[in-house]
Each structure stands twice: as structure tokens, then as C-alpha cells.
């Protein structure tokens, strides 16, 4: 069995929370403050030889991508582990829905990433995507019946939250 200090502890409650604050900016489209969440050289892969360098580029490829359509993104049970003082790993199972247009998507797998602590602040420096399965839901959407609730309302109930609407 492992056993942490509390500083430690308090690392990986801060790699937990850098996490949550990802899947909620990415879901309600807060493009600015969600790219403070990586490193300036940041790098993203997945298994579909797809490949970004730097914040900048993925932050606009993604925002290019679902900008304009709702998705929910969620994290569950990390595996995390501690490198030294300033870097760690993650490993994130993962389910994700992209309401694209005539052909919504949802995905399961993983998320294999790094992170750095930088300016005192713990940031995702690499991130690779791993699906396991994917569904492409065209040809039942007309059975389905979903309502997805305006991103705004989400953001006002979070900025009356002190200090969570970092």
C-alpha cells in the first residue's frame, strides 16, 4: 500500500480539480480561460495519427471543431502518479457526447497525460486519446429525444460560486 504525505495528497487533489475544471470549461465553451489549463508547449495525439503542437493550435483546432454544438466530456477514477516536485501523470477513463449535426458521436476510452507545475500552477503538457469504442448515432437520432440546456446558465450558476470560477 502507498502512503502519501499531505503534500503529495495535495498534489494529486490539484491534478483531480485542473481535470474537473477541463471537462466543465471545454462543455460550456470558455475558450480563454480553459488554455490556461496547458503548457505553451503543450502536445496532443491520439491513436488516428491526429497531432497538434502548442496550446495555441489544439486550443483553436478544438474550438474550430465543437465551438458551435454541445458536448459533455466526463472523467472518472484517474490513475494518477507523482514524477518529482514538478511533473506527474494521468490516466483518465473517459466518456464523451459531440452533438455534431446529423451525426452525434459518443466515445469511451482513455486519456494518457502529463503535467508540469508551472508558475505554481499545475498544467496538462502532453495529452494522448485512446477510444475504445466509439458510436456514431446517425439513423437513431430521430429516436432519440435530447434537450440540452443553454451553456450560460451553467456559467451564472458557477460565477456565484466563490472562488470555484477560476
Avoid: C
Avoid at 494529486?12 to 496547458?38: C, G, I, M, P
Wanted: proline letters at 5%; a negative charge; zero cysteines.
Amino acid at each position: 500500500m502507498t502512503t502519501y504525505t499531505a503534500d503529495q495528497l495535495s498534489v494529486l487533489e490539484e491534478l483531480r480539480q485542473l481535470k474537473a475544471r477541463y471537462s466543465y470549461l471545454l462543455d460550456t465553451k470558455q475558450w480563454e480561460v480553459w488554455a490556461t489549463l496547458f503548457t505553451a508547449d503543450f502536445r496532443w495525439a491520439t491513436e488516428n495519427d491526429l497531432a497538434v503542437e502548442g496550446r495555441d493550435a489544439f486550443v483553436e483546432m478544438v474550438r474550430g471543431s465543437i465551438d458551435a454544438v454541445p458536448t459533455v466530456h466526463q472523467f472518472h477514477a484517474p490513475v494518477l502518479e507523482i514524477l518529482s516536485p514538478t511533473t506527474a501523470t494521468g490516466l483518465w477513463p473517459m466518456f464523451d457526447y459531440v452533438q455534431f449535426p446529423g451525426t452525434p458521436l459518443q466515445g469511451y476510452g482513455y486519456y494518457h497525460e502529463t503535467y508540469r507545475l508551472t508558475g505554481g500552477s499545475w498544467q496538462i503538457s502532453t495529452q494522448y486519446l485512446s477510444r475504445i469504442r466509439l458510436d456514431v448515432l446517425s439513423g437513431i437520432e430521430s429516436q432519440l429525444q435530447t434537450t440540452f440546456s443553454p451553456v450560460e446558465g451553467a456559467r451564472a450558476a458557477t460565477a456565484a460560486l466563490p472562488g470555484l470560477a477560476r
